[in-house]
């Protein structure tokens, strides 16, 4: 008799249960393999482990049952069978030294259980208690039929974790799931059967950014300011640090991105590191680093998409139709979103999960830290960057032109976790680069809330060109359509999330081409914070509405980026909420701290930048459900940390803007990279309000109108019209 793993799907035949278990245990070895010399304490127990549990992972596949549906002889959208529980029965019923490998298996579906909970079940730990007596009963049947497929040899060992169990259960996670989804997506056709790496090779790209750097024209008036980057350049690159986690604070037009990737190439050539990851706030900002790196960084015959993986949003699928369109970290350098990132260490979801094993070894660069997490979040952050800076051989680099040195603050650190973190370049380079910060911009307020009509005829009133930030995708939509409506489409562009990363990357260069015509100066670019950081534009005058005291200060490096006007003038307002314009409750402590600076005439600087999250702390506290995450963390409590660890406080969804893509989901083969780029992010309540129809697991398609200039605000803010802004979005 022939056993299956997987049914025939369409022209693909069924595959046997055998092929599957031993090519899903290949890899897992290969993925233990990879970060075994990386894991500074547990390898040998990782290796175990994934012996285990990737041979005996689908144990209750055999089942009787399960077999009919898998063999096609009863037709089932899902196996009758959970066959999870059969593997964790199997390392079970003798003793507890297999606890984790049970665990595992038991997880490789639907994510590990909180373990408090579990813990207090007796007997029933890591069991499907509904259908556990009935599996006992047959677990005999379904090891003879395995050992006669497949050979299985372990260690039973006691499992003793060494170091941080919640990681490294992640981590233990991660090699099954990934091997798990790969074998199967290969079986279907979804990945190439061969798929190899690309490798860093460090001395060599590093050799090609200094061939890069050295190659640049230095022109223009300002040579000693191009002189300080060149300076900024080799400090970075030749700075000698042996700490886990270092910081840099180096101030707007120092040259920092390529700086510091010139000192993660470096660390990497020096400290055996196979990855790089650039991790970055918002979006929008994520093709400008990339657009650098490729043309820097890519060796000759190579392929750059291959080389420098540009992912904007987290596309995670769990059921095997959307598996393939998971992002993975597989390419040597990565540019990705904060969301993206640290949702990724804090997930129990195996599509997410799947990609953590990838992490080991690597260079971690957080640009713009300050805006990388809400201060919530920080505590149990700041944790894991330790972690994996101890135990898994990361390197971080924290960097910001307004620094907030969240780890002195005891609040979230632990007043007896507080490590010093080493500064990559020096104080006395440091205070010559923020030389050209002292004039370059004055910042003033008016607090006076103002509703859509009132607010556009006071910020056209200034010289242009103009760059408004809002809090709300929805207030910066309603903007930039009453400007065009009022002053001329001409007269404004719009920015935010509401587009695809196309149109996004669309708009910034139509934004570029209008800044370098010194004689178009009326015309106001309006945007989300997505544009606050990292994007190197310069305005005129500049406004942003109250929100974070270090939010401003990145804002403010969009005016006058290079210092050659003397009355650059940056504005803090208040909206008044009117049926259109809408506040983000989420920033209203931070707002409250920063216009507590303002009443008290307090100076704008960055140095105000740590202080500025401490008196937020002290004035408003943590919550509780975020002081909590720590000690669910350390209970491994894995279910509760993912549920309370939100960068961005929605449930969103993957949604399709272009009809022809959502045609291709339904009928045909997608590559997630061409799914991102023509595809937003869109809260689920929404979707739900909206009635917006899903094509596939997780994946929606926008019915309403999409352009352009609004994205697909366009649809809901005419929807607000018709209804005289009574539709709450």
């Keep these: 008799m022939i056993y299956y793993a997987h049914s025939r799907k369409d022209d693909i035949p069924e595959q046997t249960y055998t092929e599957h278990v031993c090519g899903v245990r290949s890899r897992g070895r290969d993925y233990v393999q990879e970060i075994s010399c990386y894991a500074k304490c547990d390898s040998t127990l990782l290796s175990q482990i994934i012996e285990k549990a990737s041979t005996i992972h689908d144990l209750g596949k055999l089942n009787k049952e399960n077999q009919d549906v898998l063999a096609g002889r009863e037709q089932d959208e899902k196996l009758p069978v959970h066959h999870w529980d059969a593997g964790a029965a199997y390392f079970l019923r003798n003793s507890h030294l297999s606890v984790f490998s049970a665990a595992v298996i038991q997880a490789h579906h639907k994510g590990f259980p909180d373990f408090t909970v579990e813990m207090n079940r007796g007997d029933a730990i890591f069991r499907d208690s509904a259908i556990a007596s009935e599996v006992d009963r047959e677990l005999p049947e379904l090891e003879a039929i395995h050992n006669h497929l497949v050979d299985s040899q372990f260690e039973y060992d006691r499992e003793d974790i060494k170091g941080d169990k919640s990681v490294f259960l992640r981590m233990l996670l991660s090699c099954l799931v990934d091997a798990d989804h790969t074998d199967t997506a290969i079986h279907y056709r979804k990945y190439p059967a061969e798929m190899s790496p690309v490798r860093l090779r460090a001395t060599e790209r590093l050799a090609q950014l200094d061939r890069h750097i050295a190659g640049l024209k230095q022109t223009g008036a300002d040579d000693d300011r191009n002189a300080l980057r060149n300076e900024m350049y080799l400090a970075c690159r030749n700075t000698d640090i042996d700490a886990g986690i270092t910081s840099c604070d180096s101030p707007v037009?120092?040259?920092?991105?390529?700086?510091?990737?010139?000192?993660?190439?470096?660390?990497?050539?020096?400290?055996?590191?196979?990855?790089?990851?650039?991790?970055?706030?918002?979006?929008?900002?994520?093709?400008?680093?990339?657009?650098?790196?490729?043309?820097?960084?890519?060796?000759?015959?190579?392929?750059?998409?291959?080389?420098?993986?540009?992912?904007?949003?987290?596309?995670?699928?769990?059921?095997?139709?959307?598996?393939?369109?998971?992002?993975?970290?597989?390419?040597?350098?990565?540019?990705?979103?904060?969301?993206?990132?640290?949702?990724?260490?804090?997930?129990?979801?195996?599509?997410?999960?799947?990609?953590?094993?990838?992490?080991?070894?690597?260079?971690?660069?957080?640009?713009?830290?300050?805006?990388?997490?809400?201060?919530?979040?920080?505590?149990?952050?700041?944790?894991?960057?330790?972690?994996?800076?101890?135990?898994?051989?990361?390197?971080?680099?924290?960097?910001?032109?307004?620094?907030?040195?969240?780890?002195?603050?005891?609040?979230?650190t632990g007043s007896e976790n507080f490590r010093p973190v080493p500064e990559i370049i020096g104080d006395e380079l440091r205070k010559r680069l923020a030389v050209y910060e002292n004039n370059r911009i004055s910042y003033h307020c008016d607090l006076f809330p103002k509703g859509t009509a009132e607010l556009a005829q006071w910020i056209s009133g200034f010289p242009g060109p103009r760059l408004v930030i809002l809090n709300t995708v929805q207030s910066a939509a309603v903007l930039a359509d009453y400007f065009s409506e009022h002053f001329g489409q001409e007269c404004v562009k719009h920015l935010s999330t509401a587009l695809t990363p196309n149109d996004r990357g669309n708009t910034l260069e139509r934004v570029k081409k209008r800044l370098m015509d010194k004689k178009d100066k009326n015309w106001t670019l309006i945007a989300t914070s997505c544009i606050e950081a990292g994007?190197?534009?310069?305005?005129?005058?500049?406004?942003?509405?109250?929100?974070?005291?270090?939010?401003?200060?990145?804002?403010?490096?969009?005016?006058?980026?290079?210092?050659?006007?003397?009355?650059?003038?940056?504005?803090?307002?208040?909206?008044?909420?009117?049926?259109?314009?809408?506040?983000?409750?989420?920033?209203?402590?931070?707002?409250?701290?920063?216009?507590?600076?303002?009443?008290?005439?307090?100076?704008?600087?960055?140095?105000?930048?740590?202080?500025?999250?401490a008196d937020e702390i002290a004035l408003y506290g943590l919550s509780g459900k975020h002081k909590n995450l720590v000690t669910n963390e350390k209970l491994q409590n894995f279910r509760k940390v993912e549920e309370d660890f939100k960068v961005i406080d929605s449930d969103t969804r993957l949604v399709v803007v272009d009809p022809v893509m959502a045609r291709r989901l339904q009928y045909g083969k997608v590559d997630w990279k061409e799914l991102q780029k023509v595809s937003v992010q869109i809260a689920k309540y929404k979707l739900d309000e909206l009635r917006t129809p899903m094509i596939m697991d997780k994946i929606y398609r926008w019915n309403l109108e999409y352009d352009g200039f609004l994205g697909y605000m366009a649809g809901i803010v005419k929807l607000k019209k018709y209804s005289g802004g009574a539709i709450i979005i």
């Design 535 to 613: 994007v190197n534009l310069s305005f005129r005058t500049g406004f942003r509405e109250l929100g974070a005291l270090v939010s401003l200060l990145q804002a403010s490096g969009r005016v006058n980026r290079e210092g050659v006007l003397d009355n650059a003038e940056m504005w803090t307002f208040c909206i008044l909420e009117d049926g259109m314009l809408r506040l983000n409750p989420g920033l209203k402590d931070a707002a409250a701290v920063l216009k507590g600076y303002f009443e008290g005439n307090r100076a704008i600087v960055p140095e105000l930048s740590t202080q500025s999250l």
């Design 253 to 412: 037009g120092s040259g920092k991105t390529t700086a510091i990737m010139a000192h993660l190439l470096a660390q990497a050539e020096k400290r055996g590191l196979r990855r790089i990851f650039v991790v970055l706030p918002f979006t929008n900002i994520i093709k400008q680093s990339v657009d650098i790196y490729r043309k820097t960084l890519v060796l000759p015959g190579e392929n750059a998409e291959e080389v420098v993986a540009e992912l904007h949003h987290r596309a995670d699928f769990e059921s095997k139709d959307a598996r393939h369109l998971t992002a993975l970290w597989r390419a040597p350098i990565i540019v990705t979103t904060a969301v993206a990132f640290f949702e990724t260490l804090a997930s129990n979801s195996t599509a997410a999960l799947r990609r953590l094993h990838e992490l080991p070894g690597s260079a971690v660069f957080v640009d713009e830290s300050h805006a990388a997490l809400p201060a919530k979040l920080l505590p149990i952050a700041w944790k894991w960057i330790n972690e994996y800076a101890a135990e898994w051989s990361c390197y971080w680099v924290l960097a910001s032109g307004s620094l907030n040195r969240f780890w002195t603050i005891p609040e979230i």
